[in-house]
C-alpha cells in the first residue's frame, strides 16, 4: 500500500493516529485559576451593575479614568523610544 495521491479519499481504516482518540484529560477535574474567576465574577458584576449595557460600562469606566487625573498614565508623557542608531550615538557621546 503506497501513499495516496494528491486529493484521493482516504478511508479511515487506513489512515491511523498515534494520537488517543478521547482528550487525555477527559476523566480529571479541570483546575480553575482563582484569579480568572475573581476577574470573571468582577466583570459580571459590572455588567449586571450597567444592565449588560457596554455604552454605558465604557462611559463609567471614562469616568473613572477622568477621576484619577495626574494619577493615570498617559502615553503622550512616556519617553521615546530610541533606535538601535540612537543607543550607539549616545554611547559615543560618553567616551
Do not use: Y
Request: hydrophobic share 35%; aromatic share 6%.
Amino acid at each position: 500500500m503506497g501513499l495516496p495521491s494528491l486529493g484521493d479519499r482516504v478511508d479511515d481504516a487506513e489512515c491511523r493516529s498515534s494520537a488517543p482518540p478521547k482528550n487525555s484529560w477527559e476523566n480529571e477535574a479541570i483546575w480553575e485559576d482563582p484569579i480568572v474567576a475573581e476577574v470573571r465574577q468582577t466583570r459580571e458584576k459590572l455588567s449586571a451593575q450597567f444592565n449588560f449595557d457596554v455604552k454605558a460600562i465604557f462611559a463609567d469606566l471614562r469616568r473613572r479614568q477622568a477621576a484619577l487625573g495626574e494619577r493615570l498614565v498617559r502615553r503622550d508623557n512616556q519617553p521615546e523610544l530610541m533606535s538601535a542608531g540612537d543607543h550607539s550615538q549616545e554611547a559615543e557621546a560618553r567616551n
